[in-house]
């Protein structure tokens, strides 16, 4: 039994000493053994021996674990990504060189507790989406080897999907870290572009690239991303994102866009539509309203990347090394580089001059919508078929990720079902994307949509660990949002809303507070208005709305709220506590008490 290598469970088994980090990579060694023995899915290209992992474990055994948030946490790193001492060949044994120093992204990993195991395989150079153009081997499925495990981030889906890693590192350009995700039953989250350095890795287009995680769940990648962040002086592409705003992830109700039915393209994946009409039927579960969105200006976008500046970016990369060393190149990946030579500057910035318009058409869809959602790829193909028609086939997998890097979205590619028919047992997921340092909710959104879905993580047989938010709104990810329980005339269609609306506030969820208030009918108005007063006994669980609103805009609300009421904290029923309305005690005095109605609203119907 391969073992459970989610974050939480490993955490629990170091505090509670049943496991070690020196033990870990231990049965980690002889997991990647058996199933090096088992098929050789050509995941790897430097796997770490035991004696190089058990250093790193050594190295924490002074270490706390309750400090270390990666604590012990295995993790495989993609090839074009430096790990000091070990080779980076970015998939090219010609280009190949040992670094001194680990990528800052490594390093900051490294810091937090992780412990790598290996360099995996990837489409040479990141260039492509199916994980087969690489020297080392065609990368094959986690879960059906015939399959192509996606690309270009190949090696690192498949070791995390095969439980020989907790999370890896990829990196993203036009989907590499979305695509192997969808085909290995993972989550993907492709970050803001920028928010994980890129100090230590070997560019695509460097004014594109992110920096991607593996995970088995979103809890996983947001734990991961809470490290990595941050700007790095050495990356001039790096940036700290700001307070991430409302947190629509994790609301009862929220706005997401779909595509036109003329926009969906599943490539005669007979499956394809149920599959996804299955997973916006989930969403809408969790409270989301669908919105139609017209994806033409995105596709529009997305035919920029392959046909202007960004090839020529492509070949800068590595100019002097396809230069020099042209045949050592794959043959596929030669074809698509040395197109980039022949871009000129007026044609360079005919290309970004059309980005730029496309952009702005496309900014309005973000007004209405939280979110989208797409699949993250129509179909999936054989590793035989992609090797007769390389480019085609390799093209259709991007139909749905291209535009993404080029608008500076965020995006999050989430399992949500497997496949029947020809594609029997082979995975489906969406892809949820939101504009830039959206990061946080989209994971919120899609570790409740995770949870709805697939029964399994990856090719193992556990199950996601079920947590309803992938993390607290804790320092990692400030929101820049305050939360204000409401119980009286603030109410959703009540008189005092707009006090909250005009400012910007969304609302959350309902809830109810603790069993400890009591709720009064205060004289004066209009409009009438209760006071909630926290008692030691005969108090009642009351109904309320958790409504959030930008920190700038607070304390003027709060300004606004007359005597006897006021601000404070308020106990709910779930053992959280938040900002809310409760009254002085003198005023109950001359009020009625109507906590039996249980409700402001229940209230305002018996005296209507």
């Not at 469970?9 to 997991?31: C, F, I, M, N």
């Not at 081997?137 to 690192?156: E, F, T, W």
């Not at 030691?536 to 609300?557: H, K, N, Q, T």
Request: hydrophobic letters at 45%.
């Amino acid at each position: 039994m391969r073992l459970d290598l989610s974050i939480p469970a490993l955490r629990a088994r170091y505090l509670d000493g049943s496991l070690t980090p020196a033990l870990l990579v231990k049965l980690l060694h002889e997991q990647m053994l058996a199933e090096d023995a088992a098929l050789d899915r050509h995941l790897w290209i430097r796997r770490l021996m035991l004696d190089e992992m058990h250093a790193y474990a050594v190295a924490l055994e002074k270490a706390d674990a309750k400090t270390l948030p990666l604590y012990g946490i295995p993790f495989a790193i993609k090839d074009n990504i430096d790990l000091a001492g070990i080779p980076t060949t970015a998939a090219c044994p010609e280009f190949a060189y040992t670094p001194e120093a680990s990528a800052t992204v490594v390093q900051r990993l490294i810091a937090a507790g992780a412990i790598p195991v290996g360099k995996t395989n990837l489409d040479q150079f990141a260039t492509g989406l199916v994980g087969v153009r690489s020297p080392y081997g065609a990368c094959r499925n986690s879960i059906n080897p015939d399959y192509v495990s996606g690309g270009s981030s190949a090696g690192s889906a498949v070791a995390v999907a095969l439980g020989l890693a907790s999370f890896s590192l990829g990196t993203d350009t036009a989907g590499s870290g979305r695509v192997p995700a969808m085909f290995n039953n993972l989550v993907g989250l492709k970050p803001t572009c920028g928010r994980i350095p890129a100090t230590g890795v070997v560019p695509a287009c460097r004014t594109l690239d992110a920096v991607s995680v593996f995970a088995l769940t979103a809890a996983d990648a947001a734990t991961v991303l809470g490290a990595a962040q941050g700007e790095d002086p050495l990356d001039a592409y790096s940036r700290t994102m700001p307070p991430h705003g409302y947190n629509f992830g994790a609301a009862s109700s929220f706005r997401f866009g779909i595509p036109r039915e003329a926009d969906l393209e599943f490539h005669g994946n007979p499956e394809g539509p149920a599959q996804f009409a299955q997973a916006v039927a989930h969403l809408r579960v969790l409270g989301g309203t669908p919105v139609e969105v017209d994806l033409t200006p995105f596709r529009a976008v997305a035919t920029l990347l392959y046909e202007g500046p960004w090839v020529a970016e492509r070949y800068q990369a590595i100019r002097p090394f396809i230069e020099a060393q042209p045949q050592a190149l794959h043959p596929v990946t030669r074809a698509i580089t040395e197109k980039g030579a022949q871009i000129s500057a007026p044609d360079t910035f005919a290309a970004l001059y059309r980005l730029k318009e496309l952009e702005r058409q496309t900014r309005p869809v973000w007004e209405d919508i939280d979110c989208l959602i797409t699949p993250t790829a129509g179909t999936i193909y054989t590793i035989d078929a992609v090797q007769a028609d390389p480019i085609r086939l390799n093209s259709n997998l991007g139909h749905y990720t291209n535009y993404v890097n080029l608008l500076d979205l965020s995006a999050v590619a989430v399992p949500t079902g497997f496949m029947s028919g020809a594609l029997a047992g082979l995975p489906w997921g969406v892809t949820l994307v939101a504009p830039a340092g959206q990061d946080l909710p989209l994971l919120t959104l899609a570790s409740r949509l995770h949870a709805r879905t697939v029964p399994t993580v990856g090719a193992t047989p556990h199950a996601p660990h079920r947590l309803a938010s992938a993390t607290p709104d804790g320092s990692p990810f400030p929101s820049g949002q305050v939360q204000v329980a409401v119980c009286g005339a603030h109410l959703s269609g009540l008189p005092l809303n707009g006090q909250l609306t005009q400012r910007g506030a969304r609302l959350v969820r309902l809830v109810r507070s603790a069993p400890c208030y009591k709720l009064f009918a205060l004289p004066g108005g209009p409009p009438r208005r209760p006071g909630m007063l926290r008692v030691d006994e005969g108090g009642a669980a009351i109904e309320m709305e958790v409504w959030e609103l930008p920190a700038r805009e607070f304390g003027s609300f709060v300004a606004g709220i007359p005597a006897p009421l006021g601000m404070g904290t308020v106990a709910l029923e779930d053992g959280t506590q938040v900002q809310g309305f409760v009254c002085e005690a003198y005023a109950s005095a001359q009020a009625q008490d109507i906590t039996h109605f249980g409700g402001w609203r229940s209230y305002l119907r018996s005296v209507s």
